[in-house]
């Protein structure tokens, strides 16, 4: 069993920049994803990548300003936010899968709990 922890959530500026983190343990897998849901709105996905990080996909909305990458302990995830805008703001869950493709579908094995970003004007 896949268990997975977010944090770094918080409330930001429009303009400004969060990491999130997402801490797994449990059975091996083979891919990371990062998805949110806004207030009234369906969750949606936003970046995913494989376990190396050689294969990546993200939102269109997203793309340029966001990256998902693995930290140095190997088992820690994160989702650099940068130039956020207000419709950023979400609850953002981790997520994990047995392929990106699958990912970006929707296909998700395990869950985190998520985290609140806030993003001001």
């Known amino acids: 069993q896949v268990q997975l922890v977010e944090s770094g959530g918080g409330l930001v500026q429009a303009g400004g920049s969060l990491r999130l983190s997402c801490a797994v343990s449990g059975r091996t897998f083979s891919s990371m994803g990062w998805f949110r849901q806004a207030p009234g709105k369906e969750r949606e996905f936003v970046a995913a990548?494989?376990?190396?990080?050689?294969?990546?996909s993200y939102a269109d909305s997203v793309k340029g300003r966001f990256t998902i990458f693995r930290g140095n302990t190997k088992n820690t995830w994160y989702l650099q936010m940068n130039s956020l805008k207000p419709e950023d703001t979400a609850v953002y869950y981790c997520?994990?899968?047995?392929?990106?493709?699958?990912?970006?579908?929707?296909?998700?094995?395990?869950w985190g709990q998520g985290t609140l970003v806030t993003v001001s004007s």
């Open positions: 997520g994990t899968g047995s392929r990106v493709a699958l990912l970006v579908d929707g296909r998700v094995d395990a």
């Open positions: 990548a494989t376990w190396s990080g050689a294969s990546t």
